[in-house]
């Protein structure tokens, strides 16, 4: 750990703080399945949300608690897991991988936060989970 954050000072320090491919997908799927689980506590939330409204025929309100959960929470876990994989060094000869899964995961934020709740779809991260499996690495939205 303390090598990962002093990687850049001095010379021969990058080559010693590198991460494997193994550990690099080992510590991404960890934060995937972190980001995985506050979802499915705002899938819980959202139905106990919209029962407690007595919503279930109301696409409106349904609509608006699932935007209120989105910006919330929902939204938030995906920023933080982009944050936390930004944070973790390629594995030499992965950068290029690596770089083109995080511009797709940012690509799907983007395109969250402008459309809402409606955006969620797996084809909205279709393009990050191929260059996620691409890596080794479980991502499934």
């Known amino acids: ?26 510590q991404a799927d960890a934060v995937c399945a972190k980001r995985k689980t506050e979802w499915q506590d705002a899938v819980v939330s ?3 949300e919209v029962r407690a409204k007595g919503a279930q025929e109301e696409p409106a309100v349904q609509r608006e608690i699932a935007d ?8 938030p876990a995906l ?3 982009l944050e936390q994989l930004e944070k973790l ?21 983007r395109k969250v936060e402008d459309e809402g709740a409606k955006a969620l779809s797996e084809a909205t ?3 990050f989970e191929e260059q996620a499996d691409t890596l ?6």
């Open 68 to 75: 209120e959960l989105m910006r919330d929470s929902m939204l």
């Open 79 to 81: 920023k933080g897991q």
């Open 46 to 48: 959202y139905e106990k």
């Open 136 to 141: 080794g690495v479980t991502c499934p939205l």
């Open 125 to 127: 991260f279709a393009t």
């Open 89 to 109: 060094e390629a594995p030499e000869g992965s950068e290029t991988q690596v770089k083109k899964m995080l511009q797709a995961l940012s690509g799907a934020i």
């Open 1 to 26: 750990m303390i090598a990962a954050l002093f990687g850049g000072c001095g010379e021969g320090s990058e080559a010693s703080s590198s991460l494997t491919k193994a550990e690099f997908v080992k």
